[in-house]
């Protein structure tokens, strides 16, 4: 069974530019997530889907991030324009919890994107 | 709001030798979830270990396991015998099931050498 799978895997931008991250979750799982990791600081909840609607999103740092799950399958984070700070780590996870038992979320292997 | 603390951003241990990282929490909950991921170089992220808040008895995984004091809110992860491959990036992580509020929070990670 194939992973969550991220892309491109490395991104390099100049400020004020728009990038698109990808995330394809594993087959059949309902919950996507996005997380973000700054360097050398704590992974960050950015978003969480349930298939299609965004059921937790408190965690976007502001209006330049633009997520959305395509029928409840594939999801992209945009960012435009994109700033210096938005240099990290984008992680993206899945997760199957049909009756809302704790599942575990299976990490893909994140997009270093880098704003210069 | 969720809190969770690693305070060692390195660690080193000798092959074969036992290790403890520490991982200290904050919530308000009552009913959570606790959780170490490892992130070897260049891959992705997976889980090592779970515990339920509930539950008393320490969580094992083969050569690891976790000494979790519920009422010091403190969480350390011990890997007996290390080995090579367990060289990786630590992440603690604490996780509470609210419908519309489920997500983990990460510590700033532990990274681990293996000195053969």
């Known amino acids: 069974e194939a992973g969550v799978t991220q892309f491109p895997s490395h991104s390099v931008i100049e400020k004020g530019q728009t990038v698109t991250l990808r995330c394809d979750p594993i087959s059949g799982h309902d919950n996507l997530y996005w997380y973000r990791r700054v360097m050398g600081k704590e992974i960050k909840f950015l978003l969480h889907f349930v298939k299609e609607s965004k059921q937790d999103e408190s965690g976007m740092p502001n209006n330049r991030f633009l997520a959305e799950r395509t029928g409840g399958t594939y999801s992209t984070l945009k960012v435009q324009p994109a700033e210096l700070e938005d240099s990290g780590v984008y992680f993206c996870?899945?997760?199957?919890?049909?009756?809302?038992?704790?599942?575990?979320?299976?990490f893909g292997p994140g997009t270093r994107l880098t704003v210069t | 709001a969720q809190t969770v603390t690693q305070s060692q951003p390195e660690m080193s241990v000798q092959e074969a030798e036992t290790v403890t990282l520490s991982c200290t929490y904050d919530t308000s909950e009552s009913d959570y979830y606790l959780f170490w991921y490892k992130q070897p170089p260049s891959r992705q992220m997976i889980l090592v270990i779970r515990q339920e808040a509930y539950k008393q008895q320490n969580a094992t995984e083969n050569r690891f396991s976790v000494n979790f004091q519920k009422a010091a809110k403190s969480f350390s992860l011990k890997i007996s015998d290390s080995q090579l491959g367990d060289a990786a990036m630590y992440f603690c992580a604490s996780f509470i099931s609210n419908f519309g509020n489920e997500k983990l929070t990460f510590g700033t990670g532990t990274r681990l050498t293996i000195i053969p």
């Open positions: 996870a899945s997760s199957q919890a049909p009756d809302r038992i704790l599942s575990e979320q299976y």
